[in-house]
């Protein structure tokens, strides 16, 4: 048997936290949580599980998680975010793992991750399917995460395994926060990484990804729902090529 560190980022996370922390707690032989400035309830209930978070100014995804697993003391590390609830199969799975010997170092495990949107489980949102599989569980000597500037990945690892269970991602409780969050990852997306200013390429982009993500990816199965993840799609894939041209043509003058 091998102990287990689990990492959390949270965020004005007051609205799903306990969810998340309570089965988390049933495998963490060490829980840490990094915060970036939480002005709701999120400390008072890390608190009543008996965590202190540690502050850390957001920068990027990958970058907040590598912090965490710096934090840690075992090798073994699980990364979750406040808004992912794993269900009972997915405990007592990990309890497995941890039961037996301790894997290769190169060795990781994804977890199967469903996607709800406004309440509602679908087919996808921009750029990913649902479910997808995300690698989580990993020992820290192997493997950390990108600097992606958005939908960052670990990486470092040789093989993986997926742990039998279901983690719900209950993301974009509102239309507020999918429109909220759009104008962050795609601003986030121009400053750390280049993107070419072409409105012509924007339009296309949308157009392309209107078809992919609505129609072939099946967003359209998910009615009222599909049409508002079709739309962030549609905008995501035109503001990223907006903001680059806007940021460029407001150098020139």
Not at 18 to 44: M, R
Not at 46 to 73: D, K, W
Not at 182 to 202: H, Q
């Amino acid at each position: 048997m091998f102990p287990l560190s689990v990492c959390v980022l949270t965020f004005n996370s007051a609205r799903l936290l306990k969810d998340v922390l309570l089965p988390l707690k049933e495998i963490a032989d060490e829980l840490i949580i990094v915060d970036s400035g939480s002005s709701d309830e999120t400390l008072d209930i890390c608190q009543q599980f008996g965590v202190t978070p540690v502050y850390r100014a957001y920068t990027t995804h990958g970058e907040q998680m590598n912090y965490a697993i710096s934090l840690v003391s075992n090798q073994w590390v699980l990364c979750m975010d406040s808004d992912e609830i794993i269900d009972q199969k997915t405990v007592e799975e990990i309890k497995k793992i941890k039961s037996g010997s301790m894997p290769a170092p190169d060795m990781a495990f994804r977890i199967s991750r469903h996607w709800f949107v406004l309440g509602k489980e679908v087919h996808n949102i921009y750029p990913v399917t649902s479910p997808d599989y995300p690698v989580r569980l990993f020992n820290r000597e192997c493997v950390g995460f990108n600097s992606r500037p958005v939908d960052d990945a670990a990486e470092g690892y040789k093989n993986t395994a997926v742990i039998a269970g279901f983690v719900k991602h209950d993301t974009f409780f509102s239309i507020h926060e999918v429109f909220n969050k759009l104008n962050g990852y795609t601003t986030r997306l121009v400053k750390y990484k280049r993107v070419k200013p072409s409105l012509a390429r924007g339009l296309f982009s949308a157009f392309g990804s209107f078809w992919k993500w609505y129609i072939f990816k099946n967003g359209w199965k998910d009615g009222k729902v599909g049409v508002v993840t079709g739309t962030y799609a549609v905008a995501y894939s035109f503001m990223k090529y907006l903001k680059a041209w806007y940021q460029n043509d407001d150098k020139k003058h």
